[in-house]
């Protein structure tokens, strides 16, 4: 074992048998782990970052794993050393949560929904620590006050779905904190979180790590995390891993081909000041690319005034509407024709709702929708149809936005066929061809949506709905799912194909690195308004109202010498946007700021 290392990972293999035979998850990797340190593990899905995770806490052996190879040395709190890739699970229970703590990706499903959140955090305390239950409820309380949760008492007796995605996050670290581990792994923590809890949440554990000496394991495939939370990183690929050095090394000195192309692909914030036009980003290793700028036209394509959308709460024994969310309050924006109109802002805010009640799959309260000269809000269901081939929508999770049963020739053919626009061979040709536009080969065109990854999957959906040749996308948090690599070449994807053939986008999304490379005009949304919206230029390089400016000092940057402290942090709770019957609240009421450029001044509560 290495010097004063916590865990050394030596030599790792681990296989999997299928029904096609054995998988290597992963082939041979080696790290080491020393206390208080940060080391992040970087890599696209499929690399096989989690199963290292998996195996060092040897739970990779329930999801059909086998450690067939190589050696896992844990330096245990006692300060006798064990092989963990040998030691039997009854011990491994003891180690579990006292020792090796662990942060899962998805916070729903590392939380049980029948227990309430004191209970939980109770649980281990009491298990490893042998407190009493009033020892173990005061030091719960303390836990949540650590990771920042308002209201601790009150949080104690509440169910996990009674939080919000952040809240949940917070009560998971403070789980995994509980017993105060000598090793905490984090697997892809920040992953489903806007970006201001995604800041708090880092802060939050690097705050936790330099007072408690833990060493930490941190997965991610966000460069920019990285950047802010490294001390070491280790790349890897492909089950393997290709290099590892300093956080300065790794993104100033990168010496493999694999962090070169890595690293071209993150879009960083303020790579686009001085430039008015989006433009495709330069990819590592990439022949004839075209970079040019995308003017569009400056002639409206769709003109959306006071648009209002409500939900009714229900409550009571007979299921009354006791309240309103109002989740989309007088909003006003224009698209152009060939342009990208963004919609920012963190969860919550009604930027899909803006998107969803365009296509009247929510029908709005109130408020105009022009589009291309028609009144979407006035049409009946039947001249609604056609109007909606030439907008269309491009989902978040196109998982759950694709058949399983059906081949993937036949979903992306299926517009054509509700619409009658092509038959047979000639429907074939133009299928094939969209496959070669979203750069897919065409033998996939026989495979069903499992068989392909995320970022694949999304290539689908953008050739589904492009099938019918629309004027106009909206684009519903696309890329946020995806692998970084695989991010930058679905947006120039997407940018090509508005340069080529005109599109217009209504690009909603929480990532303002990707924003600022897409957008001509920026609409940043909080609480159901738009608090500031003009030229994507004027946003970002003079923001001026407070709560944009709270979100980009929000975004980490994928640079780790511009880390950010936590006193840069200090969020205001957003508000509830429930209301009770008979709230009216006031109008929206703007200052023009420079040309395009205007600001909130109706009181918005930040």
Known sequence: ??????????????????????????????????PGETVCIVGESGSGKSVSSLSLMRLIDYGGGE????????????????????????????????????????????????????????????????????AAEARALELLREVRIPEPERRLKQYPHELSGGMRQRVVIAMAMACEPRLLIADEPTTALDVTIQAEILAL?????????????????????VAQMAD??????????????????????????????????????????????????????????????????????????????????????LRR???????????????NKGQTLSLVGESGCGKSTVGRSLMR???????????????????????????????????????????????????????????GTHKGSEMQDRVA???????????????????????????????????????????????????????AQVLNLMMELQAELGLSYLFISHDMAVVERVSHYVGVMYLGRIVEIGPRRAVFEDPQHPYTRALMKAVPIADPRKRKSEKDLNFKPIPSPIHPIGYEPAPSAYREVSPGHKILTTESGY
């Not at 109007?387 to 269309?392: A, G, N, S, T, V």
């Not at 694709?402 to 509700?418: F, G, K, S």
């Open 1 to 34: 074992m290495l010097d004063n290392a916590i865990a050394t990972i030596e030599n790792l293999r681990v296989e999997f048998e299928t029904k096609n035979g054995t998988v290597v998850g992963v082939e041979d990797v080696s790290f080491d782990i020393k």
């Open 67 to 134: 450690i067939s190879g190589g050696r896992l040395l844990f330096d245990r709190k006692g300060g006798e050393e064990i092989d963990l890739a040998k030691t039997d699970q009854s011990l491994m229970r003891t180690i579990r949560g006292n020792e090796i703590g662990m942060i899962f990706q998805e916070p729903m499903t590392a939380l049980n929904p029948v227990f309430t959140v004191g209970r939980q955090l109770t649980e281990g305390l009491r298990l490893h620590k042998k407190l009493s239950r009033e």
């Open 205 to 225: 554990m690097d705050r936790l790590k330099r007072e408690t000496g833990t060493a930490v394991m941190f997965i991610t495939h966000d460069m920019a995390v």
């Open 232 to 317: 070491r990183v280790v790349v890897m690929f492909r089950g393997n891993k290709v290099e590892e050095g300093t956080v300065e090394e790794i993104f100033e000195t990168p010496k493999h081909d694999y962090t070169k192309a890595l690293l071209a692909a993150v879009p960083k914030l303020g790579e686009m000041t001085g430039t008015d036009l989006p433009r495709p980003m330069k990819l590592f290793g990439v022949e004839g690319q075209n970079l040019d700028p995308i003017p569009g036209e400056e002639v409206p394509i769709l003109e959306v005034k006071n648009l209002v959308t409500r939900f009714p709460v229900q409550g009571g024994l």
């Open 321 to 335: 509407t006791v309240a309103r969310v109002h989740a989309v309050e007088d909003v006003s924006f224009t698209v």
């Open 361 to 419: 799959l929510v029908e709005p309260e109130a408020g105009h929708v022009q589009f291309d000269g028609c009144d979407v809000l006035a049409q009946s269901q039947k001249e609604l149809r056609k109007i909606r081939r030439d907008m269309q929508m491009i989902f978040q999770d196109p998982f759950a936005s694709l058949n399983p049963q059906m081949q993937l020739m036949e979903q992306v053919a299926e517009p054509m066929r509700n619409y």
């Open 433 to 487: 061809h969209l496959f070669d536009r979203v750069e897919l080969p065409r033998s996939f065109m026989k495979r069903f949506p499992h068989e392909l990854s995320g970022g694949q999957r999304q290539r689908i959906a953008i050739a589904r709905a492009l099938a019918l040749n629309p004027k106009l996308i909206v684009a519903d948090e696309a890329v946020s799912a995806l692998d970084v690599s695989v991010q």
